[in-house]
């Protein structure tokens, strides 16, 4: 069983910067698509971005494209989400999750079998 555990999460004013890492246990990491996904109160779990397991491949919601960067470290089974230019509205619990199955491109929610504990972005002045 995998275990994803995410840090970076806090509180910055609007316009700044938070990089979200996710470290992740086992030795096939760099096999399986991973994502980054966002929830508020009240409202389902929405799809931020992926990253493929070949990591060529990057895909983001279109609330954030141009804002926010996944990338993934393979050498320390990592994944990153660098936000820039953070909005009042990117606030939520973010949490980074792992295709449940290798080597498959997906970007669908129920796919993602493994998901961290999740962390709070507040952007707020």
């Known amino acids: 069983q995998v275990q994803l555990v995410e840090s970076g999460g806090g509180l910055v004013h609007p316009g700044g910067s938070l990089r979200l890492s996710c470290a992740a246990s086992?030795?096939?990491?760099?096999?399986?698509?991973m994502g980054w996904f966002r929830q508020t109160p009240g409202k389902e779990r929405e799809f931020v971005a992926a990253?493929?397991?070949?990591?060529?491949?990057?895909y983001y919601t279109d609330s954030v494209q141009g804002r926010f960067t996944i990338s993934r470290d393979n050498a320390k089974s990592t994944v990153y989400l660098q936000m820039n230019s953070l909005k009042p509205e990117d606030t939520a619990v973010y949490y980074c999750?792992?295709?449940?199955?290798?080597?498959?491109?997906?970007?669908?929610?129920?796919?993602?079998?493994?998901w961290g504990q999740g962390t709070q972005v507040t952007v707020s002045s």
């Open positions: 999750a792992r295709d449940s199955i290798p080597d498959r491109p997906t970007l669908t929610r129920d796919d993602f079998g493994s």
């Open positions: 086992g030795r096939t990491f760099n096999r399986y698509t």
């Open positions: 990253i493929y397991w070949r990591g060529s491949y990057t």
